[in-house]
């Protein structure tokens, strides 16, 4: 039998297709330019070119890519963009405890605004304690009889974090009474870490500020709370976390930088606290234009109103970012996300030239800020 033949028909009989305009013609003809490339295996052999594959592909793979050549932006500007990292949700559990280290040792980042949990959980393993494999399937009531918490899919120690708890708060004990900052208290307690791993130990060691804007909502704060109790007790001053300094010193990093950018790593506190040092900036007289460069990476979705999901265009109309600003958003899980950016940005080495911020404190006034 001879094999058949397939013919592709110009015009099907019977069928009476519209006519386009010539103009409607270029149109379309123009928008059928830039095609959709696939993604050839056969090319890739790092994260970097996997990244570059992805901004030619579509979906959220194209946002993947798009947000890693966002952050080149930011890392060439000969402006030299100070960059905030907005971290928020079980980073750590997730497995990016040294992804986000290396971040911040590489020079990607020049201020850290995080959740008091990933702070925590990062502390938690510079003592030796451990993010064990765990299943969503787990006997919650069980676990709970073995004192061990359960992330998702991850296993955690109470009785470790009752040890690590009572440590910050002894730690608490050794400090001058008074009110702290949370960049302040957390700047002490990198100090005392040895482990290079460390996400606080490395931020402390280059003088990266980190701001915990909910640091009370976390381990830490129960710590500190079990210190304030003691000091009740015995009728004596002890550490306070003063929150609103926190928006004093961030705003003034925003206010002393010749332009600022943002990454952010999820939602929370973390990134409407970033923003909003952006809106603060009036305080010291001055309109910034909001952020020149900005992504996320998320799976919060914009349309149920919450802050976590909402776009960076919508920050715009806040002035949080600029209007000519460029961004990008990719609705993907950070375990999956962000390894994926960060590696391709570090692949390119494009942050290498960047200098590091010096901030010279006197509390609570930052008075200066200037690369070395």
Same mark, same amino acid.
């Given at each position: 039998?001879? $094999?058949a033949k397939?013919?592709?028909?110009?015009?099907?009989k019977?069928y009476? %297709?519209?006519?386009?305009? #010539?103009?409607?013609?270029?149109?379309k003809?123009r928008l !059928?330019?830039?095609?959709?490339k696939?993604?050839d295996?056969e090319?890739?052999?790092s994260i970097?070119?996997?990244?570059?594959a992805?901004?030619?592909? #579509?979906?959220?793979?194209r946002?993947?890519?798009r947000?890693?050549e966002?952050?080149?932006?930011?890392?060439?500007d =000969?402006?030299?963009?100070?960059v905030?990292?907005?971290l928020?949700g079980?980073?750590? @559990? @997730?497995?990016?405890r =040294?992804?986000?280290r +290396?971040?911040?040792?590489?020079?990607? /980042?020049?201020?850290?605004?995080?959740?008091?949990?990933?702070?925590y959980?990062?502390f938690?393993?510079?003592?030796?304690?451990a993010?064990?494999?765990?299943?969503?399937?787990a006997?919650?009531?069980?676990?709970?009889?073995?004192?061990?918490?359960?992330?998702?899919?991850?296993?955690v120690?109470?009785?470790d974090?009752?040890r690590?708890?009572?440590?910050?708060? &002894? %730690?608490?004990d050794?400090?001058?009474?008074g009110?702290?900052?949370?960049r302040? %208290?957390?700047?002490k307690?990198?100090?005392?870490?040895?482990?290079?791993?460390?996400?606080?130990?490395t931020?402390?060691?280059h003088?990266?500020?980190? !701001?915990s804007? @909910?640091?009370?909502?976390?381990?830490?704060?129960?710590?500190?709370?079990?210190?304030?109790h003691?000091?009740?007790?015995?009728? *004596?001053?002890?550490?306070?976390? +003063?929150?609103?300094?926190?928006?004093?010193e961030?705003?003034q990093?925003?206010v002393?930088?010749?332009?600022?950018?943002?990454?952010y790593?999820a939602?929370? /506190?973390p $990134?409407?606290?970033?923003? +909003?040092?952006?809106?603060m900036?009036?305080? %010291?007289?001055?309109?910034?234009?909001?952020?020149?460069?900005?992504i996320?990476?998320?799976?919060?979705?914009p349309?149920?109103?919450?802050?976590?999901?909402s776009?960076? #265009?919508?920050?715009?109309?806040?002035?949080k970012?600029?209007?000519?600003?460029?961004?990008?958003m990719?609705f993907?899980e950070?375990?999956v996300?962000?390894?994926?950016?960060?590696?391709? &940005?570090?692949? *390119?080495?494009?942050c $290498?030239?960047?200098?590091?911020?010096?901030?010279?404190?006197?509390t609570?006034?930052?008075? #200066?800020?200037?690369t070395?």
């Open positions: 039998m001879a $094999k397939f013919r592709l028909i110009d015009k099907p019977g009476n %297709f519209p006519t386009l305009s #010539s103009e409607q013609q270029a149109e003809s !059928f330019e830039n095609k959709v696939q993604i295996l090319r890739i052999n970097e070119d996997l990244v570059g992805y901004a030619g592909a #579509s979906i959220q793979a946002n993947v890519g947000c890693a966002v952050v080149d932006l930011m890392m060439t =000969k402006d030299r963009p100070t905030f990292l907005g928020a079980p980073l750590i @559990a @997730a497995g990016l =040294k992804v986000i +290396d971040m911040i040792e590489q020079k990607m /980042v020049d201020v850290v605004v995080s959740t008091g949990a990933i702070i959980q990062d938690y393993q510079v003592h030796g304690f993010h064990a494999v765990g299943t969503p399937d006997d919650d009531r069980h676990l709970r009889d073995l004192y061990i918490d359960r992330i998702y899919d991850t296993y120690d109470e009785e974090f009752w690590l708890d009572c440590s910050i708060g &002894a %730690f608490a050794e400090l001058q009474p009110r702290y900052s949370s302040e %208290f957390l700047q307690l990198g100090e005392t870490i040895d482990d290079p791993n460390s996400i606080l130990g931020a402390a060691r003088g990266v500020p980190v !701001f804007p @909910a640091l009370n909502d976390s381990s830490i704060g129960i710590g500190l709370t079990e210190h304030y003691r000091c009740v007790q015995e009728g *004596k001053e002890g550490v306070v976390i +003063d929150s609103i300094r926190d928006n004093y961030l705003t990093v925003v002393k930088s010749p332009c600022t950018s943002a990454i790593v939602g929370g /506190v $990134k409407n606290f970033i923003n +909003d040092s952006v809106v900036a009036y305080i %010291f007289g001055m309109d910034t234009g909001g952020h020149r460069y900005a996320q990476v998320t799976t919060d979705s349309h149920w109103g919450g802050l976590s999901g776009t960076l #265009s919508e920050a715009t109309s806040w002035g970012v600029s209007k000519k600003a460029t961004h990008c990719a993907v950070p375990s996300s962000l390894p994926l950016i960060a590696g391709s &940005a570090l692949e *390119k080495g494009t $290498k030239k960047r200098k590091r911020i010096a901030y010279e404190w006197e609570p006034i930052l008075k #200066s800020l200037k070395m």
